[in-house]
């Protein structure tokens, strides 16, 4: 069966008053209804790599180097309408501000059917009863009325549910959830995940779940890669990443999580901030912050370890069995 | 919106009820006694007395406002002092003619003003946008009559297209649409166009370059949407404001030409506004103060109801 997404070596530099290496040599593999989180804290490139996915980057801007195959197709080369057939149809994404995404003067039910007039080439009204019964599977309640709403006339919770069935309307292999319930309220933002995870049994597709919240990671995904100043820097499954954490940094992670700090300050709970990225890192960029680093973490790039099957690490101590702190 | 557009109307009422105390004020705090123009000069006390009565002005102040406004409204707005011709025919021949320039300098500027503004919007910080920009600051800075004076040396003087003066053969009462009259248009309502498609063209540009940078956009373009598509969202998006920015334009555009209409001797209520203050004729100064200015209100008016009822996001209750 072929990959879902076959991301090699892709590299993002954004040009401008401020030179900015978002993204640095970063690769991914997902199978066909894969749920994966990526994880990390803010700038991590997280975003950018989404936005790179469905093309949405400036092109004027940025520069884009490395490969990317959704389903074998090479969405690099997509233009016009091909593209367009490509996002949303294919692919597509949940924003993390639901309130921004929408837009503000036209009704959810004409903002989903809109998509799929484009998609599947039906009318209005049958573009419509499409929207209808996207509204239902997401729960939303006197969906035949909500239809006619506008964004304002919701609340944030209902409208991330329009997103979702805004995003889910055209059945994409592939679902790019970009921190879908960071904007939300506690209890909302379970509402969303427990509706998230239904509607990918559900559906099938594959799903990209990005999110700061290693609680929230382990939560929705089988698989977690996390991210650390544009590179993924440890990737395994669930299991492993939970019982068997190799870099420094996820540890941290989990150890901040573990300890019940609250809600939202976790990643911080990591003394230091990310590197700048206005040059590309030549060095271990978790050096500052890592409470084991070792001279050599600062002469070189640390290689990337492959401990298991599809379980990568990139940390010179990855190697040898880690003195616990 | 039928219970917003009565609640709307309702509170244009003191609005319209405190430019008419203003208006009928201006000839009490004006300078000097508005009969001394009409009277001899060698006039007696008694003449005097007789034609104060005659014009209701020996009556109480209060009193005087009410028969003012209770004329007013049977369409009586009182005699000019210089002709002696009803003001209310003068008042509404003119603002005709004012409106027809105004609406014309509109129908010009708006459509170059929107395109300017969307291409610059659009184009944010390129060298279109910059020049855009250039080209709309110019033209809200020059002088609008000294342009006016520029374009009449060049089209009328030099090369002798168009003529310079006046609303065409039918002198200020009658006009008609052919080229005998248009041609007494184009030169007026070019000049006057200039300083709205500098205001338009910098609202649209704003208006654009904000929208464009929201994330419904990226969103749109996720789902698959085309340019053409998210144009068309970003151009309904910026409806509500642009149409009341142009609306309240073209309020400034009937009640700000006086210069221009001076300058090209067009028989509008900026020309009669001018000729009533040099002849201090204040029965015509204030009919004509207080049209301009009904029309205005009204002009908001307008431009509020139109807002609600295209931009879901203004609460109509
Ligand atoms: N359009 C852009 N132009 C310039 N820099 C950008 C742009 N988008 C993102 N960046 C930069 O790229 C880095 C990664 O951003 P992002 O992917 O949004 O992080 P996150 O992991 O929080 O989603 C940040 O340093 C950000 O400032
Ligand atoms: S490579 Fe060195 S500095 Fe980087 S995470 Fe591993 S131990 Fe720490
Ligand atoms: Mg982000």
Redo the contacts between chains.
């Keep these: 069966m072929t990959k879902l997404l076959e991301m090699k070596n892709l590299n993002v530099r954004f040009k401008g008053k401020r030179t900015v290496h978002a993204i640095n040599d970063v690769s991914l593999s997902m199978d066909q209804g894969e749920t994966l989180a990526l994880l990390g804290e803010s700038g991590s490139g997280k975003s950018v790599t989404l936005?790179t996915l469905?093309g949405?980057l400036p092109p004027k801007r940025s520069q884009i180097d490395g490969s990317i195959h959704v389903n074998g197709v090479d969405i690099m080369s997509l233009r016009g309408r091909a593209l367009?057939?490509?996002?949303?149809?294919e692919v597509?994404?949940v924003?993390q501000?639901p309130a921004?995404?929408?837009?503000?003067?036209?009704t959810i039910g004409h903002q989903i059917a809109?998509?799929v007039m484009?998609?599947k080439g039906v009318d209005k009204a049958n573009a419509m009863s499409t929207a209808l019964d996207m509204l239902d599977r997401v729960r939303i309640p006197s969906a035949n009325r909500r239809l006619h709403n506008?964004p304002?006339e919701l609340s944030g919770g209902m409208r991330q549910r329009v997103?979702i069935a805004?995003?889910l309307a055209?059945r994409p292999r592939l679902l790019l959830a970009d921190e879908p319930t960071t904007a939300l309220d506690a209890t909302v933002q379970i509402q969303i995940l427990l509706l998230l995870r239904e509607l990918q049994k559900e559906f099938g597709m594959g799903v990209i779940f990005v999110t700061h919240d290693i609680g929230v990671a382990v939560e929705i995904s089988e698989r977690v890669a996390v991210m650390y100043a544009g590179q993924i820097i440890e990737e395994g499954t669930t299991h492993e990443i939970i019982r068997d954490a190799r870099h420094p940094y996820t540890q941290g992670l989990l150890a901040a999580n573990l300890h019940d700090v609250a809600r939202g300050e976790r990643l911080s709970a990591i003394p230091g901030a990310p590197p700048a990225l206005e040059a590309r890192p030549d060095s271990c960029p978790f050096a500052p912050r890592c409470p084991v680093a070792m001279p050599e973490c600062r002469a070189d790039l640390p290689p990337m370890l492959a401990p298991g099957d599809r379980r990568r690490v990139a940390c010179l101590r990855a190697a040898q069995p880690i003195a616990a702190e | 919106m039928l219970s917003y557009l009565i609640r709307r109307i309702l509170l244009v009422l003191p609005v319209a009820f405190g430019v008419s105390v203003i208006c009928f004020l201006l000839v009490q705090i004006a300078p000097g006694d508005p009969l001394t123009a009409i009277m001899a000069i060698d006039a007696t006390a008694e003449e005097q007395a007789a034609m104060r009565a005659a014009y209701g002005l020996d009556k109480p102040l209060p009193i005087q406002y009410a028969i003012w406004i209770g004329n007013l409204v049977q369409g009586d707005m009182g005699k000019s002092i210089a002709t002696g011709r009803p003001v209310a025919a003068e008042v509404f021949g003119a603002v005709k003619n004012s409106l027809l320039l105004a609406v014309s300098a509109a129908v010009i500027a708006f459509p170059i003003g929107i395109f300017l503004g969307f291409l610059a919007g659009y184009f944010r910080d390129t060298w279109i946008d910059r020049a855009v920009t250039a080209l709309s600051i110019t033209g809200v800075s020059v002088p609008n009559y000294w342009l006016g004076i520029v374009l009449v040396i060049i089209f009328s003087v030099n090369l002798s297209w168009l003529p310079s003066m006046g609303a065409g053969p039918g002198g200020s009462q009658s006009w008609a649409w052919d080229w005998a009259h248009i041609r007494h248009l184009v030169l007026p309502a070019v000049t006057l166009a200039v300083v709205p498609i500098g205001i338009v063209s910098r609202t649209v540009r704003a208006l654009a370059g904000d929208i464009l940078s929201q994330d419904f956009v990226d969103a749109l373009y996720a789902k698959g949407m085309s340019r053409a598509d998210v144009l068309r969202h970003v151009a309904r998006n910026a409806a509500a404001t642009a149409l009341s920015v142009m609306g309240l334009q073209l309020g400034y555009l009937l009640g700000g030409s006086i210069l221009i209409e001076t300058v090209f001797n067009w028989p509008g209520s900026g020309f009669l506004l001018s000729n009533a203050i040099f002849q201090r004729d204040l029965p015509l100064l204030q009919g004509t103060i207080l049209i301009l200015a009904l029309f205005f209100v009204a002009m908001n008016l307008i431009v509020d109801v139109v807002q609600a009822a295209i931009d879901p996001r203004i609460q109509r209750t």
């Design positions: 936005k469905l949405l367009q057939r490509y996002r949303g149809g597509s994404m924003f501000e921004l995404a929408l837009d503000p003067v036209y809109e998509s484009r998609h506008y304002h997103m805004l995003a055209c």
